[in-house]
């Protein structure tokens, strides 16, 4: 059984930082490109960033996160990590990681696997 465990969200002031974890089990994760994807209140799931299958894989980020958010994993430890600086009030939301085969793609429909989710909350 597949299982993403996401952790290290919380309350921070805008201007300030975050680091979410997504630990895996359950799946050959060297074999997986992950995602992060993330949803506000009363809005669709969109996508933040994505990292190919394997360690120093190609990264995808969205516009709106360029340059402040970086993705990045640990296929020894089977966890993908996104570092999360200059925080914004607008980044407040669900963030999820996601799982599909190989290559990362930005579309929620492509992922097979997701987690639960961690709260973000940037407060200004």
């Known amino acids: 059984q597949v299982r993403l465990v996401e952790s290290g969200g919380g309350l921070v002031q805008a201007g300030g930082s975050l680091r979410l974890s997504c630990a895996a089990s359950?799946?050959?994760?060297?074999?997986?490109?992950m995602g992060w994807f993330r949803q506000a209140p009363g809005k669709e799931r969109d996508f933040v960033a994505a990292i190919s299958w394997s360690s120093g894989g190609t990264t995808y980020y969205a516009d709106s996160v360029k340059g402040r958010f970086t993705i990045s994993r640990d296929n020894a430890k089977n966890t993908v990590y996104l570092q999360m600086n200059s925080l914004k009030p607008e980044d407040t939301a669900v963030y999820s990681c996601?799982?599909?085969?190989?290559?990362?793609?930005?579309?929620?429909?492509?992922?097979?696997?997701w987690g639960q989710g961690t709260q973000v909350t940037v407060s200004s």
């Open positions: 996601a799982a599909k085969g190989f290559t990362a793609t930005v579309r929620v429909i492509d992922y097979a696997y």
């Open positions: 359950g799946l050959t994760f060297s074999n997986y490109a």
